[in-house]
């Protein structure tokens, strides 16, 4: 009853008592109270003095001055009678008080310091699951990421990771008691991830053993279709009955519902099946799946094999029944803008290239690539001749859906002609084209071109490149073909602005950056020429001739660190090319390392015994070392290669002399004197040689040697009587002399000088009277072994050209044995400066 209240009267007051409060701070009376008025009275105007504040952190007053919140009492205060001072501000109600007592307004420093933090319990053993469930996870998706970025072996090392933390998990699970809760998908992802990076790292063994762990767990369900994974690692592995076998299986697993899944486990049957080379078993299977759902690699796949079986009839059919397959995609025109809405023109625009017409793209490619394939693989064996094989497959063409491709059929049947050495032919079938469709008749131009350009008729190439050129405007293949034409009749710079376009068509036509380095190097503009060809090498890695043409420029531009290390990059191409090895050794030679250059030398020799100039070289290196007896075997050589040229002989004679074995030198002179009895020079060597060894035969040989000098005598004053000045002889020589150089020039023999380049040996060889120039004289001569012994040249040159696997050799300057090897200076003539026609 105590705690019970009860309702007031009505007469009571309800707000009665909120008024009362402290006298201290009643405002009602402050006119009537008289301290308070003296305060205003003797404070009025004033302001407090201005306290300085020490750097601590508490705020105190400077002076004696009283502390912060109290006033100093004193005369004029006013204080109250009850003892209470008067608080300086009206803040009492916030917890300022005039004692000094700290700010606390929730009254909690009665309360002491707060508790320290509860520590955090330790985690169940569900949490513990959890987290290991996601760590298992993220090594999965990372094992994947990195399969799809080609690092297989990271791949592996996460997927192995992911199973031990996924044992780890099942055990944990044990021992927790919570075994009811295992997840199963987890398991599945785990396995199924570490078998399929087994089976990408070619661990075929362990990837079988992980398929088979999840193919014998009941617990997975559809783990029977991953027997599809273990038929392909049996068909890697060449086991091809297993993968047959396993094949059937997951066919049995997969329900008739999942129809796309079941053709593609039946044409691997039928692939496996050709490979065994069971080619009725094969037809079988694409038989079943062209039935069901025909396509075009299926259809493609089916003709295939009945060519394997020759069976004519059903090869036709099969074609046939290929070209019933669908397409199913929409055709160019629905991207052709054919009205004026600009909203609809921007959208045409924009799905013009996305990403579904891109893979329109690429299924009608494939089905063209298809039926073309299927046409070339049996149109030489339907019937009984090749002709009559491509017009059956080219009326089956026209006749179908396809028609279209029945031209590019035609051109292709040129390109067999063309295989067979049938070019009449061919060009007949390519001429069909001319009145036909702008786009096809392009291409037929470029190919007639080609042909008239590999049978030299230049005119007919280049008027057929201009008409390809005319038909289409983006044709590359028709400029390369136009500057192909341009560079045959030397006309480099118009070769070069047709090089130019058509790479301005397209950047990476390997065809005109190659020729177009070649033109540069004619022109003497090395550098562009090196561009052009280093760009090549980016596109088509290690071809021998880009890299030779690179090697060159670099030695063209004397830079042989460069050079010397392109080349050696071309032997690892080709390792047994001599002509490589000598221009290694001619680079060594040059900066006076002869060592190394004998090496690649003999490695040239070893290679190709029959390059003049490297057995000359060879020759010579061993008489400047003082070992004539190992340049006798290749002085044979070059005797045996050119038998009527004494000077090889001369050299093994005098070769015998030096190394001492004077009798067999003496016998080597009387040789060659009994065949060249006119060669003054050995009849010298021999009136020397037997002096010295006191044979009777001396006086015998001077008498011969002065018959001789008199007939070479007279002969000289024959020839300087028939070239005196008026005489009618001279002026009839002189002017067929000329009638020929000129004649030779009209030719075009002479190739045109350009800056860095001169006239070819094989050229100048071709001129009337001329000797081999542009170069220093390489002859060997007998005074480089006896500077006693005089020595009169012969006049024939050494034709030491061949051709090696790159293209024709340029004439190379021949060593001397008492010249020191300055650069080299090479000929305008080079080996792959062939030109890649289109």
């Given at each position: 009853?105590?705690?019970?209240?009860?309702?007031?009267?009505?007469?009571?007051?309800?707000?009665?008592?909120?008024?009362?409060?402290?006298?201290?701070?009643?405002?009602?009376?402050?006119?009537?109270?008289?301290?308070?008025?003296?305060?205003?009275?003797?404070?009025?105007?004033?302001?407090?003095?201005?306290?300085?504040?020490?750097?601590?952190?508490?705020?105190?007053?400077?002076?004696?001055?009283?502390?912060?919140?109290?006033?100093?009492?004193?005369?004029?205060?006013?204080?109250?009678?009850?003892?209470?001072?008067?608080?300086?501000?009206?803040?009492?109600?916030?917890?300022y008080t005039s004692q000094g007592s700290a700010f606390d307004p929730l009254n909690q420093a009665s309360k002491g310091p707060a508790p320290p933090l509860i520590s955090?319990?330790?985690?169940?053993?569900?949490?513990?699951?959890?987290?290991?469930?996601?760590?298992?996870?993220?090594?999965?998706?990372?094992?994947?990421?990195?399969?799809?970025?080609?690092?297989?072996?990271?791949?592996?090392?996460?997927?192995?990771?992911?199973?031990?933390?996924?044992?780890?998990?099942?055990?944990?699970?044990?021992?927790?008691?919570?075994?009811?809760?295992?997840?199963?998908?987890?398991?599945?992802?785990?396995?199924?991830?570490?078998?399929?990076?087994?089976?990408?790292?070619?661990?075929?063994?362990?990837?079988?053993?992980?398929?088979?762990?999840?193919?014998?767990?009941?617990?997975?369900?559809?783990?029977?279709?991953?027997?599809?994974?273990?038929?392909?690692?049996?068909?890697?592995?060449?086991?091809?009955?297993?993968?047959?076998?396993?094949?059937?299986?997951?066919?049995?697993?997969?329900?008739?519902?999942?129809?796309?899944?079941?053709?593609?486990?039946?044409?691997?049957?039928?692939?496996?099946?050709?490979?065994?080379g069971q080619y009725s078993e094969a037809c079988t299977s694409f038989e079943y799946i062209m039935q069901e759902e025909a396509n075009f690699k299926t259809g493609l796949?089916?003709?295939?094999?009945?060519?394997?079986?020759?069976?004519?009839?059903?090869?036709?059919?099969?074609?046939?029944?290929?070209?019933?397959?669908?397409?199913?995609?929409?055709?160019?025109?629905?991207?052709?803008?054919?009205?004026?809405?600009?909203?609809?023109?921007?959208?045409?625009?924009?799905?013009?290239?996305?990403?579904?017409?891109?893979?329109?793209?690429?299924?009608?490619?494939?089905?063209?690539?298809?039926?073309?394939?299927?046409?070339?693989?049996?149109?030489?064996?339907?019937?009984?001749?090749?002709?009559?094989?491509?017009?059956?497959?080219?009326?089956?063409?026209?006749?179908?859906?396809?028609?279209?491709?029945?031209?590019?059929?035609?051109?292709?049947?040129?390109?067999?002609?063309?295989?067979?050495?049938?070019?009449?032919?061919?060009?007949?079938?390519?001429?069909?084209?001319?009145?036909?469709?702008?786009?096809?008749?392009?291409?037929?131009?470029?190919?007639?071109?080609?042909?008239?350009?590999?049978?030299?008729?230049?005119?007919?190439?280049?008027?057929?490149?201009?008409?390809?050129?005319?038909?289409?405007?983006?044709?590359?293949?028709?400029?390369?073909?136009?500057?192909?034409?341009?560079?045959?009749?030397?006309?480099?710079?118009?070769?070069?602005?047709?090089?130019?376009?058509?790479?301005?068509?397209?950047?990476?036509?390997?065809?005109?950056?190659?020729?177009?380095?070649?033109?540069?190097?004619?022109?003497?503009?090395?550098?562009?020429?090196?561009?052009?060809?280093?760009?090549?090498?980016?596109?088509?890695?290690?071809?021998?001739?880009?890299?030779?043409?690179?090697?060159?420029?670099?030695?063209?531009?004397?830079?042989?660190?460069?050079?010397?290390?392109?080349?050696?990059?071309?032997?690892?191409?080709?390792?047994?090319?001599?002509?490589?090895?000598?221009?290694?050794?001619?680079?060594?030679?040059?900066?006076?390392?002869?060592?190394?250059?004998?090496?690649?030398?003999?490695?040239?020799?070893?290679?190709?015994?029959?390059?003049?100039?490297?057995?000359?070289?060879?020759?010579?290196?061993?008489?400047?070392?003082?070992?004539?007896?190992?340049?006798?075997?290749?002085?044979?050589?070059?005797?045996?290669?050119?038998?009527?040229?004494?000077?090889?002989?001369?050299?093994?004679?005098?070769?015998?002399?030096?190394?001492?074995?004077?009798?067999?030198?003496?016998?080597?002179?009387?040789?060659?004197?009994?065949?060249?009895?006119?060669?003054?020079?050995?009849?010298?060597?021999?009136?020397?040689?037997?002096?010295?060894?006191?044979?009777?035969?001396?006086?015998?040989?001077?008498?011969?040697?002065?018959?001789?000098?008199?007939?070479?005598?007279?002969?000289?004053?024959?020839?300087?009587?028939?070239?005196?000045?008026?005489?009618?002889?001279?002026?009839?020589?002189?002017?067929?002399?000329?009638?020929?150089?000129?004649?030779?020039?009209?030719?075009?023999?002479?190739?045109?000088?350009?800056?860095?380049?001169?006239?070819?040996?094989?050229?100048?060889?071709?001129?009337?009277?001329?000797?081999?120039?542009?170069?220093?004289?390489?002859?060997?001569?007998?005074?480089?072994?006896?500077?006693?012994?005089?020595?009169?040249?012969?006049?024939?040159?050494?034709?030491?050209?061949?051709?090696?696997?790159?293209?024709?050799?340029?004439?190379?300057?021949?060593?001397?044995?008492?010249?020191?090897?300055?650069?080299?200076?090479?000929?305008?003539?080079?080996?792959?400066?062939?030109?890649?026609?289109?």
């Amino acid at each position: 009853m105590d705690t019970l209240r009860f309702a007031v009267d009505d007469d009571d007051d309800l707000y009665s008592g909120f008024d009362t409060v402290h006298p201290a701070l009643d405002t009602r009376h402050l006119e009537s109270d008289p301290g308070f008025q003296e305060a205003v009275r003797t404070s009025h105007g004033r302001r407090p003095p201005t306290q300085s504040r020490t750097p601590g952190t508490a705020i105190r007053l400077t002076g004696a001055a009283p502390r912060l919140g109290t006033v100093q009492q004193g005369p004029g205060t006013g204080g109250s009678s009850d003892g209470l001072r008067r608080p300086m501000t009206s803040m009492r109600g916030t917890g300022y008080t005039s004692q000094g007592s700290a700010f606390d307004p929730l009254n909690q420093a009665s309360k002491g310091p707060a508790p320290p933090l509860i520590s955090k319990t330790e985690e169940s053993p569900e949490e513990k699951i959890k987290s290991l469930e996601r760590r298992v996870m993220g090594l999965i998706e990372e094992s994947c990421l990195a399969a799809s970025r080609g690092e297989i072996r990271l791949s592996l090392d996460r997927a192995k990771e992911a199973s031990s933390k996924e044992r780890s998990l099942i055990r944990q699970r044990e021992q927790a008691g919570l075994s009811d809760g295992h997840n199963l998908d987890l398991t599945f992802s785990v396995l199924f991830n570490l078998a399929n990076q087994y089976a990408a790292n070619d661990m075929y063994t362990e990837a079988l053993n992980t398929y088979q762990v999840i193919t014998k767990d009941r617990m997975f369900n559809n783990s029977g279709r991953l027997r599809v994974n273990m038929g392909n690692i049996h068909y890697k592995m060449g086991q091809y009955s297993k993968a047959i076998k396993f094949y059937r299986m997951a066919l049995d697993q997969v329900p008739n519902t999942h129809k796309s899944m079941r053709i593609k486990i039946m044409h691997n049957i039928g692939l496996v099946f050709v490979r065994m080379g069971q080619y009725s078993e094969a037809c079988t299977s694409f038989e079943y799946i062209m039935q069901e759902e025909a396509n075009f690699k299926t259809g493609l796949d089916l003709v295939t094999a009945y060519y394997a079986l020759g069976d004519k009839e059903r090869m036709k059919k099969g074609f046939l029944r290929l070209l019933e397959c669908q397409l199913d995609i929409d055709d160019d025109e629905k991207y052709t803008t054919t009205s004026d809405d600009t909203q609809a023109n921007l959208i045409l625009e924009v799905i013009r290239n996305d990403p579904l017409r891109k893979m329109e793209r690429q299924m009608k490619q494939e089905a063209e690539r298809s039926i073309l394939t299927a046409a070339k693989l049996i149109s030489p064996v339907i019937e009984s001749t090749f002709s009559a094989g491509y017009n059956w497959c080219v009326d089956a063409i026209k006749n179908s859906q396809y028609a279209d491709l029945a031209n590019d059929l035609e051109i292709n049947k040129a390109v067999m002609y063309l295989r067979q050495k049938n070019f009449k032919d061919a060009v007949e079938t390519l001429k069909m084209f001319e009145k036909k469709e702008t786009k096809v008749a392009s291409t037929a131009a470029t190919n007639l071109s080609f042909l008239y350009f590999l049978q030299n008729e230049t005119d007919l190439a280049d008027n057929y490149a201009q008409m390809a050129r005319d038909a289409n405007g983006y044709n590359d293949a028709a400029l390369v073909n136009l500057g192909n034409c341009c560079y045959k009749r030397e006309d480099y710079e118009k070769a070069r602005e047709h090089y130019i376009a058509a790479l301005d068509i397209d950047a990476s036509c390997v065809e005109a950056l190659y020729n177009l380095g070649l033109t540069n190097k004619k022109l003497g503009n090395y550098e562009e020429a090196l561009d052009s060809l280093l760009k090549m090498h980016a596109i088509v890695r290690n071809y021998p001739p880009v890299v030779y043409q690179i090697a060159h420029l670099y030695q063209l531009l004397q830079d042989n660190d460069q050079a010397s290390e392109w080349y050696l990059q071309l032997l690892g191409l080709v390792p047994t090319d001599p002509h490589i090895h000598q221009r290694l050794g001619q680079i060594f030679d040059s900066e006076g390392d002869k060592q190394q250059a004998y090496q690649y030398y003999f490695d040239s020799y070893r290679y190709f015994p029959s390059n003049l100039e490297v057995i000359d070289w060879l020759g010579s290196y061993f008489i400047e070392h003082q070992v004539a007896e190992k340049a006798i075997s290749y002085f044979e050589r070059a005797a045996l290669m050119q038998p009527d040229e004494p000077k090889w002989q001369l050299m093994v004679a005098a070769c015998h002399r030096r190394s001492g074995n004077y009798q067999q030198a003496l016998q080597t002179y009387k040789q060659i004197n009994r065949r060249f009895p006119e060669n003054v020079e050995c009849l010298k060597l021999l009136i020397r040689l037997s002096s010295d060894l006191g044979l009777k035969e001396a006086t015998e040989y001077a008498l011969e040697l002065k018959k001789v000098e008199r007939v070479q005598e007279q002969r000289d004053i024959r020839a300087t009587s028939g070239s005196r000045p008026g005489s009618r002889r001279s002026s009839s020589r002189a002017s067929r002399s000329g009638s020929a150089i000129s004649g030779h020039e009209e030719a075009g023999v002479l190739p045109p000088k350009s800056p860095g380049t001169r006239p070819s040996a094989r050229s100048a060889r071709s001129i009337p009277g001329s000797a081999l120039s542009g170069g220093r004289s390489t002859r060997l001569s007998l005074n480089d072994l006896d500077e006693t012994e005089p020595y009169i040249p012969s006049n024939k040159e050494v034709d030491s050209s061949y051709v090696d696997p790159l293209g024709p050799l340029q004439e190379r300057p021949k060593t001397s044995l008492r010249r020191k090897q300055d650069e080299d200076e090479f000929a305008d003539e080079d080996i792959g400066d062939d030109l890649l026609p289109e």
